[in-house]
């Protein structure tokens, strides 16, 4: 039984260790049955004036299949002033091919994502992951070769009324999202035991850009990803701003996220 269950581990965090991207999610999935706990915590500093933007985003994760998984997602912020909860997201992603080679493979999957918040609006950016009402649906590609993926992404974002909070009638209410993201396995440099801890990095370009005027913006997100255990992970990252034609509140600033898994509880 241990013998199988090291070589059910290994295959699966062998494979996915260096495409559990940081700021962006890759074509493949979690493990079939599966749960999942994450707290994602993000300290932004403010653009307009002085002081910094805390979001605390409490997550439960569901490996339904192999190719389906389901998170649900609330949204804690001090947007208007202490740190309170504004409202919930839920995400779903299929995954609907897989060309599965020795030492790498190619998958990809459709995601959408539906959200509710009640903060105030205060910016042109939309970004349902915490900030706006709203509902998103894209594809995502990810490809695997040895201890190097990469990955990209394109998304149709709608924003709506945040609750009593109507959405600006001067502002595009939908964008489109892209990124493309990189990541490398660095340690180890050879798996021995499920229980060795990964050191990944990744590196991440996130865009979007307003349908309703073409403003844009370009971040880049850099991040480093430890692996505990193959069960638990530590993610450390930071966005940076590139460029900008359009008003954000708190472009800049760090991430911290801790995730753990749970095997086999649903099946």
Known sequence: MKKILFIFLLAVFHAQAQELFVF???ASNMPMGSLGVRITGNVMKQKQEDGYNYRLLPELMWGVNKNLMIHAEGFTNNNDGGLAPEGFG????????????????????????????????????????????????????????YKVAVSSA?????????????????????????????????LPKEYKDYKQTSLNFMFELLGQ?????????FDAAPSIQLIFNSQARLDIGYRQQLYSSMLRSSPNGFLLRFEYLFFNVLK
């Open 24 to 26: 962006t999610e890759p």
């Open 154 to 186: 394109v998304s149709y974002v709608k924003a709506t009324d945040n609750h009593h909070n109507k959405f600006p009638a001067s502002q595009s209410d939908h964008v489109i999202n892209y990124t493309f993201s990189f990541g490398k396995l660095m």
């Open 90 to 145: 839920v995400y779903g992603k299929y995954r609907f091919l897989s060309n599965e080679k020795v030492h790498s493979h190619f998958r990809m999957a459709a995601f959408g994502k539906i959200s509710y918040n009640s903060s105030s609006i205060q910016q042109e950016e939309i970004d349902i992951n915490g900030n706006n009402s709203g509902y998103q649906a894209g594809l995502i590609a990810t490809q695997l070769l």
């Open 209 to 217: 850009t307003l349908g309703g005027n073409g403003r844009s913006y």
